[in-house]
């Protein structure tokens, strides 16, 4: 848990640290909003998920999305691909993957659209959870957000509600504003959701999901509903589910710290070890900067997990990966700041197109080192690499040292010493060696050097333990 100073209301949000696994992007649906769906998109071999969930671990997530288009097992390619993993149903291929997933120590939660009864009984034992579309109004005339889908009706989700507490599923309730409807047809929907099964034990928590507009969609210069409204769809399902939590993602309604009062209590899933692939040109935050953003309405910020009721918490195969997920959010509340690491680091994250993308190797317990060619768009003076990057890469060097111990760490203070200049085009390699411990506090070296040897560039630092 993390405390903010000088509250003033005292309020409590509460925020789950997720990924997100896409399986496929196939889709039945063509919804005029959704940027998501991609034809013929292949379905993921389930031999290739242990590593996703395997990343996901390692930046400590209690939780993994899967996510899928609806009705995607109906397409022919999808089918083919359950065959190859002798599946003989897609319900099957989810409960495979969440078992992965559990074994990975992460709560899996089943983001595929309406589901059938017997795909749902098929995940009652091993999903966390599964999230079940709550439409606002049909909108299937001409032009409106449904025009070209079927089976996105709201009579749709409301079935999918009954479905899932008769297979005794655990879920949640994701309530999609401002695709078109109107103002009364929204609280309506939210109003009807909350006398339908606001009581129901199996119900986890409750997202109002604004709608964003996403390029190359028909609603790409639709604008997204105003504030008000989005506060009056909070606030109508605080009245209709007073005891559970509501929320909206931090990373699609930036104004998220302004609900507070309103009674949001709840930032749900949020995708910050893996970003959103569902919606990626929208910046997932991280935790402290969640954190930073609600100091400023004096809210305190904490963790929690997927599932909320006893009925939920009860299933004898989720037990390790409860145990396990507590332990993360133990440790992390326990080590000051809240570091996650989404691949996306300038220097040698793999999924940061902009980043440097360095691959660190380990010579051995206390040492590693890369290969890095820097090019003239690194350059100070021509053909002499920046000094400012030059230490950065050592600065990373001797990070990795203590990170490959499993050691988390921030920098505390850093001495670097150019000894040369940098030539840009050159082969270099940076070496970082643990040197030493003190209580909390890590001592690395870093260096960086030509093919033949010749030391360029070298450094000492102090690490902080998180």
């Known amino acids: ?28 649906e063509s919804c005029a909003y959704c940027g998501f769906h991609k034809a013929d998109d292949p379905l993921v071999p389930l031999g290739r998920l242990g590593d996703f969930f395997a990343d996901l671990g390692k930046g400590r997530a209690t939780e993994v999305v899967l996510a899928a288009g609806q009705g995607s097992y109906e397409l022919p390619h999808v089918l083919m691909a359950l065959a190859r993993d002798k599946c003989t149903s897609f319900g099957e291929y989810l409960a495979q993957a969440c078992r992965m997933a559990l074994e990975h120590g992460l709560l ?9 009864p017997l795909e749902l009984r098929s995940l009652a034992p091993v999903a966390a959870a599964v999230r079940i579309p709550v439409l606002p109004a049909p909108l299937e005339g001409e032009g409106e957000a449904h025009a070209t889908a079927r089976g996105r009706a709201p009579l749709a989700g409301h079935a999918m509600i009954e479905k899932a507490h008769q297979a005794e599923v655990p879920y949640s309730l994701d309530f999609l504003v401002g695709i078109g409807e109107t103002a009364e047809e929204r609280l309506a929907a939210i109003r009807g959701a ?10 986890q928590d409750v997202r109002i999901v604004p709608f964003q507009p996403v390029a190359g969609t ?38 998220f710290p302004d609900l507070v009062e309103t009674g949001l209590n709840d930032l749900g899933s949020t995708p910050m070890v893996s970003g959103d692939p569902l919606l990626p040109a929208f910046p997932v935050p991280s935790l402290e900067t969640v954190k930073s953003r609600l100091t400023e309405t004096g809210s305190t910020l904490y963790e929690r997990l997927s599932l909320v009721t006893p009925a939920a918490l009860g299933r004898p195969a989720l037990a390790d990966a409860l ?31 902009q980043g440097l993308q360095i691959a660190f190797t380990r010579r051995d317990q206390n040492t590693c080192t890369a290969t890095w060619v820097p090019g003239p768009a690194y350059q100070g003076y021509a053909g002499i690499v920046h000094g400012g990057l030059v230490s950065t890469l050592l600065d990373e060097a001797m990070a990795h040292s203590l ?30 060696t643990r040197t030493g411990q003190r209580a909390r506090i890590h001592f690395a070296r870093g260096s960086l050097v030509t093919p033949e040897g010749t030391v360029l560039a070298e450094a000492e630092g102090r690490f902080a333990e998180c």
């Open 1 to 28: 848990m993390w405390y903010t100073a000088g509250m003033k209301s005292g309020r409590s949000v509460s925020v789950v640290v997720s990924g997100t696994v896409v399986l496929t992007r196939s889709c039945r």
């Open 108 to 116: 899996p939660v089943v983001q595929t659209g309406l589901l059938t």
């Open 194 to 203: 909350a006398t339908f099964c606001a009581a129901d034990p199996w119900l």
């Open 218 to 255: 028909p609603f790409h210069a639709r604008p997204p509903l105003p504030f008000e409204a989005v506060r009056a769809a909070v606030a109508e399902a605080v009245r209709g589910f007073p005891v559970h939590a509501i929320s909206v993602p931090a990373h699609l309604f930036a104004r």
């Open 323 to 353: 145990t396990r997920s507590r332990e993360r959010m133990q440790a992390r509340a326990a080590g000051g700041l809240a570091l996650l690491d989404n691949r996306k680091c300038f220097v040698c994250g793999d999924h940061n197109a």
């Open 403 to 432: 990170n490959g111990n499993g050691i988390q760490v921030v920098t505390a203070d850093l001495r670097i010493r150019f000894l040369r200049p940098v030539p840009v085009g050159l082969p270099l390699t940076v070496i970082g």
